[in-house]
């Protein structure tokens, strides 16, 4: 009797499963700056944070000294992290338009296993969080996953 009133499992689209991955990952990406800001507020500190590390280590850059040759490996790796930030964050911006869903529910059909299993493992993120190396790890690995599974969307 009870069983008819069962409720239905919803069905979680890969809109919302890409969705919930950008989120945790930016949320992660942000994890140092305080809460109380807006979460695209955090979004915006983090990117000029970044923005001024890269001025500030190309600027110091000389390939004669060790130290000149560690701060134009440092521009580099803030450049790559500004990139990636800026890319996941205008990404993110797209999936919080409800009226984007089925255009993008489309557009990522072809990746939905691939997105499917990655949404697998950010819900089950605790297995790879048990130490801040390992944790790195895993949100690079699922920063690039999802960069690659919705490479094709611009």
Same mark, same amino acid.
């Given at each position: 009797?009870?069983?008819?009133?069962?409720?239905?499992?919803?069905?979680?689209?890969?809109?919302?499963?890409?969705? *919930?991955?950008?989120?945790?990952?930016?949320?992660?990406?942000?994890?140092?700056?305080?809460?109380?800001?807006?979460?695209?507020? !955090?979004?915006?500190?983090?990117?000029?944070?970044? !923005?001024?590390?890269?001025?500030?280590? !190309?600027?110091?850059?000389?390939?004669?000294?060790?130290?000149?040759?560690?701060?134009?490996?440092?521009?580099?790796?803030?450049?790559?992290?500004?990139?990636?930030?800026?890319?996941?964050?205008?990404? *993110?911006? +797209?999936?919080?338009?409800?009226?984007?869903?089925?255009?993008?529910?489309? !557009?990522?059909?072809?990746?939905?296993?691939? &997105?499917?299993?990655?949404?697998?493992?950010?819900?089950?993120?605790?297995?790879?969080?048990? +130490?801040? +190396?390992?944790?790195?790890? *895993?949100?690079?690995?699922? +920063?690039?996953? &999802?960069?690659?599974?919705?490479?094709?969307?611009?």
């Amino acid at each position: 009797m009870f069983g008819i009133f069962k409720e239905s499992e919803k069905i979680i689209d890969t809109y919302e499963q890409v969705s *919930f991955i950008l989120k945790y990952l930016l949320t992660y990406e942000l994890k140092d700056l305080p809460i109380r800001y807006e979460f695209w507020y !955090r979004v915006a500190i983090r990117q000029e944070e970044l !923005r001024t590390l890269n001025t500030e280590h !190309r600027a110091k850059i000389t390939m004669t000294t060790a130290v000149g040759r560690f701060h134009k490996t440092q521009y580099e790796v803030t450049k790559q992290q500004l990139a990636k930030l800026e890319r996941l964050a205008d990404i *993110f911006k +797209s999936f919080c338009i409800e009226e984007e869903r089925e255009a993008l529910n489309h !557009r990522l059909h072809f990746q939905k296993e691939a &997105i499917t299993e990655l949404y697998e493992h950010v819900q089950n993120k605790e297995l790879y969080i048990y +130490s801040d +190396s390992v944790q790195q790890q *895993f949100w690079d690995a699922v +920063s690039e996953d &999802i960069l690659n599974a919705i490479a094709h969307l611009d």
